[in-house]
Structures are given as C-alpha cells and as structure tokens.
C-alpha cells in the first residue's frame, strides 16, 4: 500500500491533499506544522510528501533540509501560495520532485501522482533486466533513484541485494536482502 504525508498549517489543504490521494490509493498522515511532520518521518517511510513552504515555526524549508541531513530521499512536492524563483531554485537544489503553486486543483494532483508512478517502475525494470545481463554497474545507480523515489516497494530492495550480490560486496547484499524479506 502507497503511503503519503501531507504537512500543511492550512486544514483546508490538508483535507484536499488528503481526498486526492485515498482517491489514488494512498494511506494518508498529516500534520498542521514542521515539527509534526518531522515526527512522522521519524516514524513512518512515505511514498511521497506533500510540503507546505511557509508554516509558523519550523518550514517546510527547514523540513526539507532537515530530510536531506538524515537522507530520507522520498520525493517531496513543495506546495506554496508565495512562488519566487529563488525558492524553486532552493527547493530544486534540495531535490524536490515537483514545485506545485496554490491554488491547485485535484486533477494537478493526480498527474503529479501518475507522473511519479512510471518513474518508479520503468526505473525498477531496466535495473532488473540489466542485472539479468550481469550488468550490476549500471543497474545500482538506477536503483539508488528507484529507492529515492519508493522506498515502500519491496522488489527494490532484493534488486539491491542482487546487484550488490553481483558486485561482490556481501555484507551489503545481506543487508538488502533482510529488509526485502521483512517487507514483503
């Protein structure tokens, strides 16, 4: 099951965001401020974040930075009413996926969900057939981005743990190979 956190100070947004996304599927957190959202990335690995720019306290460019520091990589789409291009430029440095300005509709928000969605698996897919070739050199980077973008989807991690498997490195592979077996 796909998982997303909504982190906005405004209710209204936060219960838009919230339908658009059970409507594709998605187990749904929220929370109203910085702080809030921290503690559930502390807890919980998402598919997706949708961030809010400006909130009292901690911002969502706080947020953002403070993701980056611990190396959660799951894709983050910036939502903000005050668009600059000094911010998008910020928010892209730090890897965000998508820049999405208020007022959005939900039809935004589904393309962005199914934009997100070959990403994912087209990624996975090569990365498995060039491991079928023995190419592990080429499949771990695009693993690595396959991981970044879903870090929920179990094949990722077994393709990891053939690859590094295949690049000799075992302590890795093991590693990779737990965590699938965990999660399937």
Request: with cysteine; aromatic share 8%.
């Given at each position: 099951m796909?998982?997303?956190?909504?982190?906005d100070?405004?209710?209204?947004?936060?219960?838009?965001?919230?339908?658009?996304?059970?409507h594709k599927?998605?187990i749904?957190?929220?929370?109203g401020?910085?702080?809030?959202?921290?503690?559930?990335?502390?807890?919980?690995?998402?598919?997706?974040?949708f961030?809010d720019?400006?909130?009292?306290?901690?911002?969502?460019?706080?947020?953002?930075?403070?993701?980056?520091?611990?190396?959660?990589?799951?894709?983050v789409?910036?939502i903000?009413?005050?668009?600059?291009?000094?911010?998008?430029?910020?928010?892209?440095?730090?890897?965000v996926?998508?820049?999405?300005?208020?007022?959005?509709?939900v039809?935004?928000?589904?393309?962005?969900?199914?934009?997100?969605?070959?990403?994912?698996?087209?990624a996975?897919?090569?990365a498995?057939?060039?491991?079928?070739?023995?190419?592990?050199?080429k499949?771990?980077?695009?693993?690595?981005?396959?991981?970044?973008?879903?870090?929920?989807n179990?094949?990722?991690?077994?393709l990891?743990?053939?690859?590094?498997?295949?690049?000799?490195?075992?302590?890795q592979?093991?590693?990779?190979?737990?965590?699938?077996?965990?999660?399937?």
């Amino acid at each position: 099951m796909k998982r997303a956190l909504v982190v906005d100070d405004t209710k209204t947004i936060r219960l838009l965001l919230t339908k658009a996304l059970e409507h594709k599927g998605y187990i749904t957190a929220v929370a109203g401020n910085g702080q809030g959202a921290m503690e559930l990335l502390k807890a919980t690995t998402y598919d997706v974040v949708f961030l809010d720019m400006k909130m009292p306290g901690i911002s969502g460019k706080q947020v953002l930075e403070w993701m980056v520091q611990r190396g959660i990589l799951t894709p983050v789409v910036v939502i903000t009413a005050f668009a600059t291009v000094k911010n998008a430029v910020e928010c892209t440095r730090l890897g965000v996926y998508a820049y999405l300005q208020k007022p959005f509709t939900v039809e935004k928000i589904h393309r962005l969900l199914e934009e997100l969605e070959p990403a994912r698996s087209s990624a996975t897919q090569e990365a498995g057939l060039l491991l079928e070739a023995g190419h592990w050199e080429k499949a771990l980077p695009l693993l690595t981005s396959a991981l970044a973008v879903s870090p929920a989807n179990p094949e990722i991690y077994r393709l990891m743990g053939m690859a590094y498997r295949q690049s000799g490195r075992a302590e890795q592979a093991s590693k990779f190979q737990k965590t699938y077996e965990i999660m399937k």
